[in-house]
């Protein structure tokens, strides 16, 4: 495999390796810099310089202080519930439908697929959308964020493809077994879908914790934002009443010390805290599951 | 890009087969001769059907309705029901306005600027992962490149605004270390659409690449043995081997984006946007909602959105077609 390398290959491979740490480091200094701001001593952060990654002083202040705050937990809160509940509805709904629509001689089944292909080609727009919700009633609850997208068509086409892999005559020994249609479903489809389901569970974890622009225009009311519409009102709007306008009150005492600056660094990483905690996830099912995928076609 | 989600690597088997009508059929009529076909077929079926509701409903609701809501861009909306039909005259008012035709080149110079400077990222990336040796030192990197693209616009905007900080951004530190003037990127009409570039390339260029990586993985490894008995170089290897087998692939993606062109990310640009660099990057999708859902102008906005909805399946049509065409595979 190794030929003799020349000094020429070999600093070539150096090159190409500091190109490729160059861009880690790009990609992890900015979250390590917000790291290392959030948790310095309130004093010393003035002149604090963005490229450092290590905190001046030590101060638990800005987590404590966030981690307490009421317009940051009903925040988390809001943002869970959408999360949890919207990707069990997601996964429950696209998995049953991706099993009746992977049986070939469905009657209809063509039909249904041109109508979901449709929806991937022509979409109207937001106004639509936003008119549909207020007649539903489902402005400010978080139906509004869950519903509309609550089967991703992508998503629903990968699935079917991989429920069409499962051989006929396993569903045949099912139903042989006295097996209903739901209990192949879930005994037999399920687990074997378990590695296809567990990426597209990831995947729709993700996009509703990211979730923002729905949220920001279907939840106007301040109760029910999920963090990232509290992220963006804080640290982009620059609203900095959000947070420490109601710090400033006698609830936290010695609050008003707090830098702005730790603050917003705080928030973004909370942020970004469910997501680091599921990557490691993300890694294993979808990045393996997409090479094996390739290496077979 | 916006290749998020979507998996155009993926061919589906769907509407273009023609359901087989043997298997279950057969092994039903077996439990129950006496029944007619058409019984039969609707307690055969009927709990698909049961499976299928949730999520049919969904699509018709969500993405039916919504279609028959924008009648409304044919109408002047009244306080007071019902709408008036106006006919075209919300997109002769749109066509007339010199706001929207600056919307619409702004989508298209950055779409334009994305597709020359975001989507060749990736493919460098996958060609310098493939160089390294060390399989854990690559995998290691790897997992580090793909973190930014699971991180919401909000997070990534807060990161740039706090990193491109003239007063103690990391950006501009480096620019003060070389003796340069610090420049305030968020706010600077001239850069903003380059911070546009750079922020998606910073969140996608590396998960982008496996789509790449997937592809080199596939290539035969005796073509690499082959050239290497012929006297190849690294570089020659690159060139001669593995871009032609990733080829198809870019092409795939290349089709895929262009179908996609009027999709100028949403959620990245309106968390980038501000007073003082509106006009630079306010593209469709803002515009309709500016007008729509902040100053009240339902209609106008709501014609805003068909026609760029129009234009949009146009483009992913013929990317379709097109990539049908050339490499067997559509968009679906």
């Known amino acids: ?297 | 890009m916006a290749v998020t989600g979507s998996n155009p690597a993926a061919q589906s088997a769907g509407p273009g087969n023609v359901p087989n009508s043997q298997g279950a059929q057969v092994s039903l009529s077996r439990e129950r001769p006496g029944n007619s076909r058409a019984i039969l077929g609707f307690s055969r079926w009927f709990p698909f059907y049961v499976m299928l509701a949730p999520g049919l409903i969904f699509f018709v609701i969500f993405h039916y309705v919504p279609i028959w809501e924008a009648q409304i861009a044919f109408e002047q909306v009244r306080i007071i029901p019902p709408n008036i039909w106006v006919g075209l005259k919300n997109f002769q008012m749109l066509f007339g306005s010199v706001v929207f035709w600056q919307v619409m080149a702004n989508t298209i110079i950055i779409s334009a600027m994305k597709m020359a400077f975001v989507f060749p990222v990736p493919i460098v990336v996958a060609l310098l992962l493939n160089e390294l040796r060390s399989a854990r030192f690559r995998q290691s990197i790897q997992s580090v490149l793909y973190l930014p693209h699971f991180l919401g616009w909000v997070v990534i905007s807060a990161i740039f605004i706090a990193q491109l900080s003239p007063s103690d951004g990391a950006v501009n530190d480096v620019l003060k270390l070389v003796g340069l003037k610090p420049i305030s990127f968020m706010t600077e009409p001239n850069w903003i659409r380059w911070i546009l570039v750079i922020s998606e390339n910073w969140r996608s260029a590396g998960w982008d690449s496996l789509l790449y990586m997937a592809a080199i993985i596939g290539i035969d490894q005796t073509l690499y043995e082959a050239a290497e008995i012929d006297g190849a170089n690294r570089w020659q290897k690159i060139w001669h081997v593995t871009l032609p087998g990733i080829v198809p692939t870019i092409a795939t993606l290349f089709i895929l984006n262009c179908g996609m062109f009027l999709n100028a990310d949403l959620d990245q640009v309106i968390n980038m946007q501000n007073d003082a660099v509106i006009s630079q990057i306010d593209i469709i999708d803002t515009y309709v909602y500016r007008i729509g859902l902040t100053a009240g102008q339902f209609s106008l906005a709501t014609a805003a959105g068909l026609f760029k909805a129009v234009l949009g399946m146009g483009l992913i049509l013929a990317a379709h077609v097109i990539s049908k065409r050339l490499t067997g595979k559509g968009v679906w």
Request: glycine residues 6%; neutral net charge.
């Open chain 1, 1 to 297: 495999m190794a030929a003799a390398r020349t000094p020429l290959e070999r600093t070539e491979s150096v090159l190409i390796g500091s190109a490729l740490i160059l861009m880690v480091i790009i990609t992890l200094q900015p979250m390590l810099n917000l790291f290392a701001v959030s948790l310095s001593d309130p004093a010393q952060i003035v002149g604090m310089d963005g490229l450092t990654i290590i905190p001046r002083g030590l101060s638990t202040q800005v987590w404590q202080l966030l981690l307490t705050h009421p317009a940051v937990l009903t925040g988390i809160g809001n943002s869970a519930i959408i999360t949890i509940g919207g990707t069990i509805l997601n996964v429950l709904c696209t998995a049953l439908m991706a099993w009746a629509l992977a049986r070939k001689s469905l009657p209809g089944r063509r039909l249904i697929f041109i109508l979901v292909l449709i929806t991937i080609v022509f979409a109207p727009g937001i106004i639509p959308d936003y008119f549909l919700n207020k007649r539903l009633g489902l402005l400010n609850t978080n139906w509004s964020v869950i519903f509309y997208h609550l089967v991703d068509a992508w998503y629903l086409i990968i699935l079917v493809r991989f429920f069409e892999e499962i051989p006929e005559e396993l569903l045949e020994a099912a139903e042989l077994d006295g097996a209903n249609a739901f209990q192949t479903f879930w005994h037999v489809a399920l687990p074997l879908a378990r590695p296809a389901l567990a990426t597209i569970t990831l995947f729709y974890f993700v996009f509703h914790w990211n979730e923002f622009f729905r949220a920001m225009i279907y939840l106007t009311d301040q109760s029910k934002w999920p963090l990232q519409v509290v992220l963006r009102q804080f640290v982009v709007e620059g609203d900095k009443l959000a947070i420490v306008g109601v710090t400033n009150s006698n609830n936290y005492t010695g609050a008003s010390q707090i830098s702005v600056r730790a603050l917003n660094s705080g928030m973004v990483l909370l942020t970004i805290v469910p997501i680091l905690a599921i990557y490691p996830l993300i890694l294993r099912f979808f990045t393996r599951g997409a090479m094996a995928g390739a290496v077979k076609g």
